[in-house]
């Protein structure tokens, strides 16, 4: 199966703890002696937001910030990348076509951000769509899709399953709610419908659940299910 996890920089290297980055790094090592042809996409996590916090308050401009948070995603990458050894690419790819390269020729290639303006939730989404995943998983510090920002709502209720369409609409509504996180952002949610994505949205705070869901189709997570033909 060929399979994109993405990892949020929270998620892999909370406080920069080097146990959390190596059992992340098991764990794509195992998927891939499974069989599976894994990329990688590894976001900022609280890193890149207190660095971003200071320059904004130096005086940088939201590109500038953009710049700044790439930079950070791409060193949380370089972690996993020293993790796995030669199993991965021994830099972060900056395009699509490099990563898409190495998952060609059985490197795991581990990217951090592209481009200003783009979330890793969005990279991995277009990677997902250009190498035709079967599966793109997202490790985040929430158990799944819910109804609304749980963290506003007590009455937020998890989806077991949706359409990419039904996740369009729920991410829209909680993106609408000023302050509320969204367990991905808008332009992801949107590649995932205009590509038909199957997803996983799971608590990667356990790297061995990102293996579970993959290996064995089990998780307490979200799974975006698409409809028709891919």
Not at 45 to 74: F, K, P, S
């Amino acid at each position: 199966m060929k399979v994109v996890v993405s990892i949020g920089g929270s998620v892999l290297a909370p406080d920069l703890e080097p146990d959390r980055v190596r059992a992340y790094a098991d764990v794509i090592e195992g998927l891939v002696a499974n069989g599976h042809r894994v990329g990688v996409v590894v976001g900022g996590g609280t890193v890149a937001r207190d660095y971003i916090t200071t320059a904004r308050d130096l005086g940088a401009n939201e590109m500038q910030l953009d710049q700044l948070g790439i930079g950070v995603t791409r060193l949380n990458a370089q972690l996993l990348i020293a993790a796995m050894g030669e199993q991965a690419a021994p830099t972060p790819p900056e395009n699509y076509e490099d990563a898409g390269t190495a998952m060609h020729r059985g490197d795991v290639p581990v990217m951090g951000g592209v481009t200003p303006a783009q979330t890793t939730d969005a990279v991995s989404a277009v990677l997902a769509e250009y190498v035709n995943a079967d599966l793109l998983v997202y490790a985040t510090s929430v158990p799944g899709v819910f109804s609304a920002d749980p963290n506003e709502h007590e009455d937020a209720t998890r989806f077991a399953e949706m359409t990419p369409d039904e996740l369009v609409d729920i991410i829209a509504d909680i993106e609408m709610e000023a302050g509320s996180n969204a367990p991905v952002d808008l332009l992801a949610a949107k590649v995932i419908q205009r590509a038909n994505l199957r997803a996983i949205v799971l608590d990667g705070t356990e790297p061995e659940r990102v293996a579970s869901a993959i290996d064995d189709d089990e998780h307490d997570g979200t799974e975006i299910r698409p409809g028709g033909d891919r």
